[in-house]
């Protein structure tokens, strides 16, 4: 009992960040997806997803049934979304603006409309839309807007000239989870306020959210996430693992070698102090391993991406219902 008290001393007076290492492996990661759940499955692209050429098929579709009903709203829609999705911002912006002259309330082309024109590098007009779509409904999309809404101010704070810089929050420019409580109180303690675990896990839901039906790999929502993900020194709330999946997707498509580094330090932080059961005498966690089990993640995306790419490319050359279809195969295989 003397023992481990003096040992229990010790450790109390060496810094915090030594105090708190604990040890990390694949069962952690677990636990990590269990906090934050399906979240690894988008960050690596692996969930269900159209290919481009479904969202070619699908515009054709719409546009001919419109010749018949040409304010068929829920077809305007799939029009809408498709030519964003197909990369043509300025007739997806021109499809809901018409909409919303016939119908200015409708939440739906609000919504499209203020994500068409953020994607479109409008951030400011995008934003005007968002705050009309949550007039109509607060709680669509589990809250997704809302987080979108902060996010673009998040960005026009760090870079009012709109001309985004990779990493984020280099620099003096500060992070998503310190824009997030820039407004609260410091702590009993006088330190900077911090997001509660709650604030944290709606955050990463709408973040998620994001990308899910966005662009799961766009590096402003990979770099958020990984800020989200990472809180140091509190086991309850972060994910270390899963930031450092962020950010070393980030590291391999940077468009420089100095934005590359940056990201795969981030990634080395992220993981900073973090020991494994098989890391013998090194101490730490070092990104081989995650890098690796990424690559296998990675591969098992791409194959199954790769599989509805083949599928509905024969679906359309086939004729059949491509929707239909799409939605008999995802529901058939366990995702």
């Known amino acids: 009992m003397r023992r481990m008290l003096l040992t229990f001393c010790l450790l109390s007076l060496l810094p915090v960040t030594y105090a708190v290492a604990c040890l990390w492996d694949s069962e952690t990661l677990e636990q990590e997806r269990n906090k934050f759940p399906g979240t690894l499955e988008v960050i690596t692209g692996n969930f269900p997803r159209h290919s481009p050429a479904f969202y070619q098929w699908r515009l054709d579709d719409r546009l001919n049934k419109l010749a018949n009903d040409p304010d068929n709203d829920r077809w305007l829609d799939d029009v809408a979304v498709s030519y964003e ?17 016939r119908n200015p309330d409708r939440y739906e082309t609000l919504a499209n409309l203020a994500t068409f024109l953020i994607h479109d590098g409008q951030w400011e007009a995008g934003l005007r839309y968002i705050d009309r779509a949550l007039e109509v409904n607060p709680d669509a999309h589990f809250g997704r807007e809302r987080y979108q809404r902060l996010l673009v101010q998040y960005l026009l704070q760090n870079f009012p000239d709109g001309q985004v810089e990779y990493p984020l929050a280099a620099g003096d420019r500060i992070d998503f989870p310190t824009f997030l409580v820039n407004d609260q109180p ?79 330090q981030l ?3 992220s993981l ?64």
């Open 186 to 264: 410091p702590g009993e303690d006088g330190q900077p306020p911090k997001l509660s675990i709650e604030q944290r896990q709606a955050a990463v839901q709408g973040v998620v959210g994001m990308m899910r039906f966005s662009q799961h790999d766009h590096p402003v929502l990979l770099e958020v996430l990984g800020q989200l993900l990472t809180e140091t020194y509190r086991p309850k709330v972060d994910a270390k693992q899963l930031a450092a999946r962020c950010y070393l997707l980030l590291a391999d498509s940077a468009a420089s070698p100095a934005t590359q580094a940056a990201y795969e």
């Open 272 to 335: 900073n102090l973090q020991a494994t059961h098989k890391s013998g005498s090194e101490g730490q966690m070092g990104l081989r391993a995650v890098r690796r089990e990424l690559s296998g993640e990675l591969a098992a995306a791409k194959k199954r991406y790769n599989s509805i790419v083949l599928k509905e490319k024969r679906w359309i050359a086939s004729g059949v219902d491509v929707e239909a279809a799409y939605r008999q195969y995802v529901n058939s295989v366990q995702w």
């Open 267 to 269: 990634a080395k932080k």
């Open 85 to 101: 999705k197909l990369g043509r911002h300025s007739e997806a912006i021109e499809v809901a603006e018409s909409q919303l002259q």
